[in-house]
């Protein structure tokens, strides 16, 4: 290594004109002191007397042999040499403060001599104890350097340069961001270079300005050395925008990534997660809606949005409004006084009370039940172990009540009675081959305990096949499954047991009617009932008409399910006999399979029949395995013609009335009004009774207004259908109708 040692030795007299910091001249060299010879620096750096140059420079202070110059930073003062011609090294120069702490030292670098705008190194010098230096300099052609004081005095010795780069400060980049959570995040870095020493630490530091540092912002310590490095981010507040520098550390200093290009991010900002969940406990005038809210750390307000649309147009607080903590919480909300046989939708609202971030569940539906067929409310004596069997007269059932405890008083218990098959047939219950178009909705409002035996009377229960009792025993097990679910409309039906029968000849429920009967109930709640054996369960019909429409006999009928229903058959008669019934269908009528929802049917007998003479009809269902299922009869007079006897048609303007035009090709208007508010659906049949298309449906209709609907003449899929004969079916809560119209091309 070699090195250039160059003492300032200078002795010089200073006069003081205008102004105090005007310059100082330089006059003789103590002869204390020499400049070095140049002969073996050649290349590294050159000096002579005349290379160095000083503004401000207050003194030379001799000390012994060595000496140091003050400068002063108000002129601001500064020393100036032309030292090197081109190459590689180090400067070196010792410094102190003279009055105050904070003083700053620069070293300049310029390729002319004149232009010092470019700082190669800036210092604060905090000690008053002389401190050591170096600077790297790394140039490819002759350039000038400055070291210059600003603002307070310091003094400086022992000025060299070396061929040998000192160490500086490692190098290192910023890695991109990512595991963004509302407080934290993960990052990293990478050390390229040491800058010559050892790295005795490294990490990233991060705030909310551009370029953050140690001194001012947070930082991990993730280890030493060079390569890559990963770092967690913590303590962060969430939505909002950090930055984030890597830095490394050693002898020369602490190096940071690229001011100019920090990675950055910004938080998550707290945001609750809700799921709406199925309604439940429906029945003609309640439901209850339920919902999933995860609150996310932040105090949440928790609503229901309801409605008759998809715009809903309410709200009602659920029950735990509002949330806070962590993890899923089932919330809920109860609706009351709602109208019968109508489909709402809903939704759960969940409302961050922190940044008034809303999220939504999804859409659901549910639809109230129709005023129960049959209500009954007893009174039971809670407080007494062993009540008599109480008859929820109009029902069919009988409560066989023992075990009773926990409560005193009375208690009043409802039996509500649906002749309708349940909603949602969750579970098991949904692979059974018939289930009963019949449920039963038991509600008890004390939290009294008890075991009972509830009896069914066989003449209320809706398509049993009581021939199969004929030489049953008493206690006898039927094929007649009975099933519970805790929740009205909502959740799985778990099954109960079978059936038992009793002939009622002892009088078993106060009635000599024969019953069906299960012992072991200890809640309440709503039940139904299934069977995969021989009972009559596997259409449940609920309209079957004729009417004479356009001279000819046109047959209507609904189903309210269908399990296993392979298609139809219709018999015809002059008698009311079935035995004497012949088939006029020349191809089996399609069914629908399996199904929970209500199907349309409509079939027109083209045969030529005699006036003023009445005829006899059957249905007749055939499932998969070629079980059949008869239904009827229905009758109908043949009127003289110019008679339309049976028009589904009521007095005055309501109604369906018939299309126009008709014919028609392709388009035809359909119009209709009803005397009261109902919900309905208006769909297209073939002549084979298959639905063609639905033109509408789940339509609200108010009263007294003149409803007029339009048909292209295509199909649901959007084709174009073929000539002839079709029928328009208007299906409503308040009754059911249906014309014929004719596509003539």
């Known amino acids: 290594m070699k090195k250039i040692e160059i003492l300032i030795i200078f002795v010089f007299i200073f006069t003081f004109s205008s102004s105090l910091w005007a310059g100082f001249t330089v006059e003789n060299f103590n002869d204390a002191g020499s400049w070095p010879g140049t002969s073996n620096y050649t290349g590294i750096a050159t000096f002579s007397e005349n290379d160095w140059t000083w503004n401000s420079v207050s003194q030379f202070i001799s000390g012994g042999s060595d000496y140091e110059m003050e400068i002063t930073g108000a002129a601001p003062g500064k020393i100036t040499s032309y030292y090197f011609e081109n190459g590689a090294g180090t400067l070196y120069f010792n410094a102190y403060y003279v009055s105050n702490s904070g003083s700053t030292i620069h070293v300049y670098y310029s390729s002319n001599g004149t232009d010092w705008t470019n700082a190669a190194y800036r210092k604060a010098i905090n000690t008053s104890s002389s401190s050591s230096y170096s600077v790297a300099i790394n140039y490819s052609q002759a350039h000038y350097i400055r070291i210059q004081a600003d603002y307070w005095s310091v003094r400086i010795d022992d000025i060299s340069v070396s061929d040998e780069l000192a160490p500086v400060v490692p190098t290192v980049t910023v890695a991109s961001i990512s595991n963004i959570t509302k407080f934290a995040a993960s990052g990293g870095g990478n050390v390229t270079a040491d800058g010559g020493a050892s790295v005795t630490v490294r990490g990233v530091c991060w705030g909310l300005s551009q370029s953050p540092s140690l001194g001012a912002d947070n930082f991990t310590e993730d280890g030493s050395g060079t390569g890559v490095f990963t770092s967690q981010i913590t303590g962060l507040a969430a939505n909002t925008h950090y930055f984030v520098r890597a830095y490394a550390t050693n002898s020369a200093g602490t190096g940071y990534s690229e001011y100019n290009s920090p990675a950055e991010f910004t938080t998550v900002d707290y945001a609750p997660t809700s799921v709406t969940n199925d309604a439940s406990d429906l029945n003609n005038v309640f439901a209850n809606l339920n919902g999933t809210v995860n609150c996310d750390e932040a105090s949440t307000t928790v609503v229901f949005q309801y409605g008759v649309t998809d715009s809903y147009g309410s709200e009602v607080a659920a029950d735990e409004s509002p949330l806070s903590g962590t993890g899923d919480q089932s919330v809920q909300a109860s609706l009351s006084g709602l109208d019968e046989n109508t489909t709402y939708h809903f939704r759960v609202k969940a409302t961050n009370m922190v940044n008034s971030v809303i999220t939504y569940g999804g859409d659901k539906t549910f639809t109230t039940t129709d005023n129960p067929n049959q209500t009954s409310t007893q009174s039971i004596p809670v407080a007494t172990p062993d009540p008599d069997p109480i008859d929820f007269t109009g029902t069919g059932v009988t409560v066989d009540f023992s075990s009773v405890s926990g409560a005193t008083g009375t208690d009043d218990i409802t039996v509500n009675q649906f002749n309708e098959q349940p909603t949602n047939l969750a579970g098991l219950i949904g692979s059974e081959i018939k289930v009963s178009n019949e449920s039963y909705l038991f509600t008890n409002h004390t939290g009294f305990t008890f075991t009972s035996t509830i009896q069914f009377l066989i003449s209320d229960l809706d398509g049993i096949n009581t021939d199969l009792f004929a030489d049953m025993e008493?206690?006898?097990?039927?094929?007649?499954?009975?099933?519970?679910?805790?929740?009205?409309?909502?959740?799985?039906?778990?099954?109960?047991?079978?059936?038992?029968?009793?002939?009622?000849?002892?009088?078993?429920?106060?009635?000599?009617?024969?019953?069906?009967?299960?012992?072991?109930?200890?809640?309440?709640?709503?039940?139904?009932?299934?069977?995969?054996?021989?009972?009559?369960?596997?259409?449940?019909?609920?309209?079957?008409?004729?009417?004479?429409?356009?001279?000819?006999?046109?047959?209507?009928?609904?189903?309210?399910?269908?399990?296993?229903?392979?298609?139809?058959?219709?018999?015809?008669?002059?008698?009311?006999?079935?035995?004497?019934?012949?088939?006029?269908?020349?191809?089996?009528?399609?069914?629908?399979?399996?199904?929970?929802?209500?199907?349309?049917?409509?079939?027109?007998?083209?045969?030529?029949?005699?006036?003023?003479?009445?005829?006899?009809?059957?249905?007749?269902?055939?499932?998969?395995?070629?079980?059949?299922?008869?239904?009827?009869?229905?009758?109908?007079?043949?009127?003289?013609?110019?008679?339309?006897?049976?028009?589904?048609?009521?007095?005055?303007?309501?109604?369906?009335?018939?299309?126009?035009?008709?014919?028609?090709?392709?388009?035809?208007?359909?119009?209709?009004?009803?005397?009261?508010?109902?919900?309905?659906?208006?769909?297209?049949?073939?002549?084979?009774?298959?639905?063609?298309?639905t033109i509408f449906s789940n339509l609200s209709i108010p009263k007294d207004e003149l409803i007029i609907s339009n048909w292209n003449g295509k199909d649901e899929s959007g084709k174009k259908v073929s000539s002839g004969v079709y029928y328009y079916k208007l299906r409503t809560t308040k009754g059911n109708f249906v014309r014929k119209m004719i596509l003539l091309k």
């Open 474 to 693: 008493d206690g006898a097990e039927t094929t007649i499954k009975m099933w519970k679910r805790s929740e009205y409309g909502s959740g799985e039906f778990v099954e109960q047991g079978l059936l038992l029968y009793d002939d009622g000849d002892d009088d078993f429920n106060n009635t000599i009617d024969d019953i069906l009967y299960l012992a072991g109930i200890n809640d309440f709640s709503e039940f139904a009932f299934s069977s995969n054996g021989d009972h009559s369960l596997s259409v449940i019909l609920s309209t079957f008409t004729v009417q004479y429409l356009n001279e000819s006999p046109v047959l209507c009928w609904t189903t309210q399910s269908e399990t296993s229903n392979a298609g139809w058959n219709i018999y015809r008669s002059q008698t009311d006999i079935l035995e004497e019934a012949m088939q006029i269908n020349l191809e089996m009528i399609p069914g629908a399979g399996t199904t929970s929802e209500p199907t349309d049917y409509i079939y027109e007998d083209e045969s030529e029949l005699i006036e003023n003479t009445e005829y006899w009809y059957w249905l007749e269902s055939i499932d998969y395995s070629g079980l059949t299922d008869s239904y009827g009869p229905i009758s109908l007079i043949i009127p003289e013609e110019g008679e339309e006897p049976g028009s589904p048609e009521v007095p005055g303007i309501y109604g369906l009335h018939q299309n126009y035009p008709n014919p028609f090709n392709p388009n035809t208007e359909i119009s209709f009004m009803m005397k009261e508010n109902c919900i309905g659906e208006l769909s297209i049949f073939n002549v084979k009774g298959q639905k063609t298309k």
